[in-house]
C-alpha cells in the first residue's frame, strides 16, 4: 500500500516570504506527483503535478521531485496570506485508478 | 455551472438511519470517485467508477452503497448510520482515470451522526 507522508504544520510564514512544502513517499515507483490545495470548509483543488526530477515552476509556485530521495515539495514564493490553506501532497495508487493523499500540512501566512 | 456538483452539502441524522448522497458531474468524464475526510482531514480513497462499471473498492464497511447508473452520476448510499460515519464526503471526476489526470472534487458533503 502505497503511504504519502506530510508534516501536518502549522507552518507559520510572514506574508512575502517563501512557503516550503514538504512531502515524502514510499513506493520508490511512483511516477507523477499532485499538490492540491484545500481552504477551510472547501473542497481540494489541483495546483498543479510533476512527474520529472528537477523543478516546474508556475507563477508564484515550484514544484520540486527528487525521485532518488523520493521526496517532492511545493514552494511558494511571495506568501500571500490568501496562500494560507493546507496543502495535500497525492500520489497514484498501485494500479493508477486513484490517488492516495497525504495528511495535508496546514500553511499560515500573517500580514 | 457546477462542474461536480453533489447533494445534500448538509445533513444531519440519528444513528441506524438509512440515507443517501447524489452526485452529477458534467464535465463528460468517464471516471468518478467517492473520498471520505475524517475529522482529521485525511482524504481517503472509497470507491472509483470507470464508465459505471466499478473499479475501486476500497475496505469500506459494505453499509455503504455506491451507485452509477450513467457515467455522469456516482451516489452514495449508506446503512444503518453509526457515529464513526460523520465526515465530509467528496464526489470527485477525473477524465479517464489515468495516472496523469486531474481529479475535479464537488464541494463535498457534511454528514453529521448523532
Known amino acids: 500500500q502505497k503511504e504519502v507522508e506530510q508534516n501536518s504544520g502549522p507552518l507559520s510564514v510572514p506574508e512575502g516570504a517563501i512557503a516550503s512544502l514538504n512531502c515524502t513517499y514510499s513506493?520508490?515507483?511512483?511516477?507523477?506527483f499532485f499538490w492540491y490545495r484545500q481552504y477551510s470548509g472547501k473542497s481540494p483543488e489541483l495546483i498543479m503535478f510533476i512527474y520529472s526530477n528537477g523543478d516546474k515552476e508556475d507563477g508564484r509556485f515550484t514544484a520540486q521531485l527528487n525521485k532518488a530521495s523520493q521526496y517532492v515539495s511545493l514552494l511558494i514564493r511571495d506568501s500571500q496570506p490568501s496562500d494560507s490553506a493546507t496543502y495535500l501532497c497525492?500520489?497514484?495508487?498501485?494500479?493508477?485508478?486513484?490517488?492516495?493523499f497525504g495528511k495535508g500540512t496546514t500553511l499560515s501566512v500573517s500580514s | 455551472d457546477t462542474a461536480v456538483s453533489q447533494t445534500p452539502k448538509y445533513l444531519v441524522t440519528q444513528m441506524g438511519n438509512d440515507k443517501s448522497i447524489k452526485c452529477e458531474q458534467n464535465?463528460?468524464?468517464?471516471?468518478m470517485y467517492w473520498y471520505k475526510q475524517d475529522s482529521k482531514k485525511f482524504l481517503k480513497i472509497m470507491f472509483s467508477y470507470n464508465n459505471k462499471e466499478l473499479i475501486i473498492n476500497e475496505t469500506v464497511p459494505n453499509r455503504f452503497s455506491p451507485k452509477s447508473p450513467d457515467k455522469a452520476h456516482l451516489n452514495l448510499h449508506i446503512n444503518s448510520l453509526e457515529l464513526g460515519d460523520s465526515a465530509v464526503y467528496f464526489c470527485?471526476?477525473?477524465?479517464?482515470?489515468?495516472?496523469?489526470?486531474?481529479?475535479?472534487f464537488g464541494e463535498g458533503s457534511w454528514l453529521t451522526v448523532v
Open positions: 513506493d520508490r515507483g511512483s511516477q507523477s
Open positions: 470527485a471526476s477525473s477524465p479517464t482515470g489515468g495516472i496523469l489526470d486531474t481529479i475535479y
Open positions: 464535465l463528460g468524464h468517464d471516471t
Open positions: 497525492a500520489v497514484p495508487n498501485q494500479a493508477g485508478t486513484a490517488l492516495i
